[in-house]
């Protein structure tokens, strides 16, 4: 970074300061999916292993029964031999929780070494109709009430900072599990 480039951050670190009245979880949400753009998504939590296997490279139909594509060559470049024990393994879903992801949302963050963190929410908080979306497109301001997504930002830039993800009970209307992966 030049010492240019560098001034500027400093100057947007205080205009962020300074403008911190005017920043609302919506907000802060809409600023933090343009800085992140792609390296954050949300989601349908039962589809997300195809979408994470696809952003790998790999051809892999909608649906894991089908004849065509690359699963097996996923799977154990993956190290495992199905989608319920992907979720397992990768992101912490118990067999007793797999059942319910499609009633849930994933919102999955890479950070700036390319790791990934995936919090898995209670609940339909995504927009449906978007696939795998940008932070600001999917629909996670319109279904979060402004606690629970102020909550999730918190620990998603906890996790970005290098931060511990505070986990357990919380006291606002999100709950979630996450993992590093």
């Given at each position: 970074?030049t ?15 300074a ?18 753009g ?46 319920p ?14 059942a319910?992801l ?72 999100v ?7």
């Open positions: 970074m010492a240019g480039e560098d001034a500027l951050v400093g100057q947007l670190a205080r205009l962020l300061e403008e911190r009245d005017r920043l609302s979880p919506r907000r802060v949400l809409e600023l933090l999916s343009l800085l992140l792609e390296r954050a998504q949300a989601g349908d939590a039962s589809h997300y292993v195809y979408e994470y296997g696809r952003r790998a490279g790999y051809s892999l139909p909608a649906y894991p029964l089908d004849g065509s594509g690359e699963f097996r060559e996923f799977f154990a470049e993956e190290g495992v031999r199905n989608v024990e992907w979720y397992e393994r990768k992101l912490g879903v118990p067999p007793q929780l797999y319910q499609p009633a849930r949302t994933i919102v999955a963050v890479r950070d700036a070494a390319n790791r990934r963190r995936a919090f898995v929410l209670d609940g339909v908080r995504h927009a449906q109709d978007a696939g795998f979306a940008g932070l600001a497109k999917s629909g996670l301001s319109r279904t979060l009430p402004p606690e629970g997504l102020a909550e999730l930002l918190d620990a998603v830039m906890a996790y970005l900072l290098g931060e511990p993800v505070r986990e357990g009970p919380r006291p606002g209307a709950r979630f599990v996450s993992r590093l992966f």
